[in-house]
């Protein structure tokens, strides 16, 4: 059986004796190892043998009939930041990588999916230090958007190998992280389904930080309803039945306030049918400025938030073994050495204000939608020419997904268009707290888009 479909999808055909799980981490292992594959970019280091045995006693228990959890024999991915005990993490860093020591533990979120009876393929590839949202690695490689292969597009960042690892069939979901999109932009490149849970849903102890502020983990997958597992795993909480909420009624608020600008010619078209469908659907959709997101604008000419906390994270790092950095990545941490702690302690100041002023403006709405990117994932080879073009680009991209971050919410991203067009997201904003009705909201819009 082929690592595709979704994960309670693939429960059933294990229960039935459909297939097992040796065979699913087997078959993912194929589609790893293929020569001509893209796994030597996808994954930085593999787990085969301790895959193997973990799916071999997960098939011995389900015969035996001994409960399991909800993931039992399922191989997904974990990008390189999360700890797993024995193993180093590295963060997509070589240099990292030669000195690191073996985890003395799991990260908590990886013990409760281990826990859950997940199968974890290896780490996955990913910007270095988690540093942008264009997914380029010059030390382990960049493997590209499943779209327009042979041109060669970014395959979004920083949760890079992650997205790839679920697009090209080697995992059923995989683990990542999101600060600035980095969960739901890598997702939105390869046409698959992402969530950013409210800030301080999951524990991240264990994860190599890089905004303490703004760091969140979530899972990039097939389907909303793959997403809701993972999320709810890694928040130690039961998993609900998904509720398929009628879009008739529902209110909706279409963010025109940044999120709207300098759109893709093909990014508009796909945001605008689909919304069209979702108006079909019943729902009400009202176009919205808020003010308040503009708070986005006066944070970057200050800098960021996550730059003064990279910087604290990485400054002995970087003093040490920079020369041996991607030099996109040192560079943007090295000029975060300039801001102030005056400035710093003034973003804050205004990411809380940008906050409070934003609810006010949308809590009477289901859910806020925007396109996830505003622009189709860009070529690889004009960025790694130009610097200018680099750093322009990359902050295009992350930023739609980015004003989601520092408004601390939960959203999603779905695949929005046909198949064989350009790959663009649907990003659904839910309030802070409301990660459960987010899901429900996102499951149903994307339900009602699929059965056009």
């Known amino acids: 059986m082929a690592v595709s479909g979704t994960i309670a999808a693939t429960q059933k055909a294990l229960q039935s004796g459909e297939t097992s799980s040796v065979e699913l981490v087997s078959t993912a292992f194929n589609e790893i190892e293929k020569e001509d594959g893209n796994g030597g970019t996808i994954f930085v280091r593999t787990f085969k043998n301790v895959a193997i045995t973990q799916a071999a006693a997960s098939d011995a228990m389900r015969k035996m009939g001994v409960p399991q959890g909800p993931l039992a024999g399922i191989p997904i991915s974990i990008k390189d930041l999360f700890d797993i005990e024995g193993v180093i993490t590295s963060g997509g860093s070589k240099e990292l990588a030669a000195i690191a020591k073996p985890a003395k533990a799991d990260a908590t979120v990886i013990s409760r999916l281990r826990a859950a009876g997940a199968i974890f393929l290896g780490h996955t590839n990913m910007t270095e230090f ?27 960042g920083s949760s890079s190998g992650g997205a790839l690892s679920v697009a090209e069939n080697m995992a059923f ?21 992402g969530f950013k849970p409210t800030t301080g849903r999951h524990p991240l102890d264990g994860v190599l930080p890089l905004s303490t502020t703004l760091d969140t983990a979530g899972p990039i997958a097939r389907s909303i309803d793959c997403c809701r597992i993972i999320d ?41 049918r689909a919304l069209e469908v979702i108006s079909k659907a019943g729902a009400r959709l009202e176009r919205i400025k808020v003010d308040a997101i503009n708070i986005f604008n006066d944070i970057g000419r200050q800098g960021s938030i996550a730059g003064p906390e990279a910087y604290h994270t990485h400054r002995m790092f970087l003093f040490e073994h920079g020369k041996g950095m991607d030099p996109r990545v040192a560079s943007r941490i090295e000029a975060a050495a300039m801001i102030t702690a005056a400035d710093y302690i003034d973003m804050l100041r205004l990411q809380k204000e940008m906050q409070e002023r934003t609810h006010l403006a949308t809590r009477n709405y289901d859910a806020v939608l925007m396109p996830t990117v505003a622009v189709l994932p860009p070529e690889i080879q004009p960025l790694l020419e130009s610097e200018e073009s680099y750093r322009e680009t990359n902050l295009k991209v992350l930023r739609n997904t980015s004003i989601v971050n520092l408004l601390g919410r939960p959203a999603a991203t779905i695949p929005v268009g046909p198949d064989s067009a350009a790959p663009v997201g649907l990003m659904i904003m839910g309030e802070s707290g409301q990660d459960e009705r987010l899901l429900n909201i996102s499951e149903s819009i994307d339900s009602c888009l699929r059965q056009q």
């Open 130 to 156: 988690a540093y942008s949202g264009l997914g380029i690695n010059p030390h382990f490689g960049t493997p590209p958007s499943v779209w327009d292969r042979e041109t060669g597009h970014v395959p979004g």
């Open 173 to 193: 979901a995989a683990l990542g992280s999101d600060t600035g999109g980095s969960v739901r932009i890598p997702a939105a490149f390869n046409r698959l389904y």
């Open 232 to 272: 709810h795993v890694m928040a130690g909480l039961p998993i609900p039945d998904a509720e398929i909420l009628p879009l008739n009624g529902l209110r909706f608020g279409i963010l025109e306030t940044i999120a709207l600008d300098g759109l893709d010619v093909e990014v508009a078209g796909a945001f605008v």
